[in-house]
């Protein structure tokens, strides 16, 4: 079990730069990859960015070249930095956790989501 908890979030002007955040909790040693989605209004959630544990990274298209995704030195946390943000990356951004131990699966789990809103 892994509890998530997002922060970070806010209004940006188109342009503008924000950092995300999650703190993990629980059963953290077992985190196999950390991650970030979004969902805008009415429609469905999709990728952002995912990192593993051993640091390969893959993106969106639609943010690659202006997201960053990184995790904290303790492996505990993971960050997405946003830059060039766009009205159309406004949503609600969800922390990702995957769980492994020993290689068998254990499930995947979300954080509650931190609103982020590009507008002039």
């Known amino acids: 079990q892994v509890q998530l908890v997002e922060s970070g979030g806010g209004l940006v002007q188109p342009g503008g730069s924000l950092r995300l955040s999650c703190a993990a909790s629980g059963s953290i040693s077992s985190i196999n990859a950390m991650g970030w989605y979004r969902q805008a209004p009415g429609k469905e959630r999709d990728l952002v960015a995912v990192i593993t544990s051993g640091g390969s990274t893959n993106y969106a298209d639609s943010v690659k070249g202006r997201f960053t995704i990184s995790r904290g030195n303790a492996q505990n946390t993971v960050y997405l930095q946003m830059n060039s943000l766009k009205p159309e990356d406004t949503a609600v951004y969800y922390c990702?956790?995957?769980?492994?131990?020993?290689?068998?699966?254990?499930?995947?789990?979300w954080g509650q989501g931190t609103q982020v809103t590009v507008s002039s």
């Open positions: 990702y956790s995957r769980l492994r131990l020993s290689g068998n699966y254990l499930g995947d789990y």
